[in-house]
């Protein structure tokens, strides 16, 4: 059995609605791009002013920056690109069983489009509505330019955990639906299931595309309502703070190196070592320095600007992310 998230890499991805009709997207629609592309690598919701939540799949091992576009129709019509600033990826995400598969993207700006409300509903006993760009096709490939819309049924927990294989790691906080002729397929990660409206879940995983035996996997949005109204004020430790800010690899001499999961020791002042090189980012209105230093042949480590503070790794590396 072969499992599809319902995204495509960041390098080569659509979003994708099998058996959809073209439709208008409401001004809560997000569609994350990498700078320069016009086809999507997957889609989203805005749920605040600069907040929107997508799939954790799509952005947890990032290639490079995200622009958001908002409540584009039609590709051909391009909007002012958003910046994302930061990342938060859920810290119960399991890319291996497809749980807890929520992100949260912190916005350069707001651009006064409408947000969405969150659905508290436990079950949906009407049709669910899916909003995405990409392949109609059940065999081929073909990407429309206009936003597609299609419907599908929330099929009961029971019904989906016996049908076995990955299913059975199916948990309260995902939601299975089909259709005979409706599905989300590859590249629809992260898009809106909205009920009445309001979002209901995001597109995670299936097992196929079109095969209604076969329920696509979303996640359930208010299973997460207290940790989305958590982080969107939160005040992140340091080492967190880094890797949310810093989401993609940073290159030096043709190798990469991520600011996740390092140790920080605060410092009482900044290195006077000149560095290999540095980034800046910023962030609610703030600017986050990482300087890389070498500290002797292919050993490094990495010192973290933030809040008036300096910070270091304790120890050198040898080798801070791939490559």
Known sequence: MVIFLKACSQESAHLDVIGGEPAAAPPFFVALHEPGESSPFCGGTLIGKN?????????SNASGPIEVWLGVSDLKNRPEPIRVEAVRVHPQYHNRRFQHDVALLFLERDNGNETAAMSVKGRAEEPLHLLGFGNTSRKGHTYPDQIQSAYVNEVPAYECEALGGPYK?????????SAPLSDSCDGDSGGPLLLQ?????????????GDPTQPGVYTRAASYREWIETERNARLPIEELAYAVFYYPLVHDGRQFTAGYHLWKEEALPSQEEALEAWTR????????????????????????ADGKVFSTPAPYS????G
């Open 282 to 305: 910023s962030y609610r209105g703030q600017e986050y320095v990482l300087r890389l230093l070498k500290v002797g042949p292919q050993r490094y480590r990495f010192e973290f600007r």
């Open 169 to 177: 790691f199916v948990i309260g906080q995902q939601i299975c639906a």
């Open 51 to 59: 907040l929107a939540v997508t799939a954790a799949h799509c952005v």
């Open 319 to 322: 080798k801070i992310g791939p």
């Open 197 to 209: 409206g309001q979002l209901y879940g995001i597109v995670s995983w299936g097992t196929g595309c």
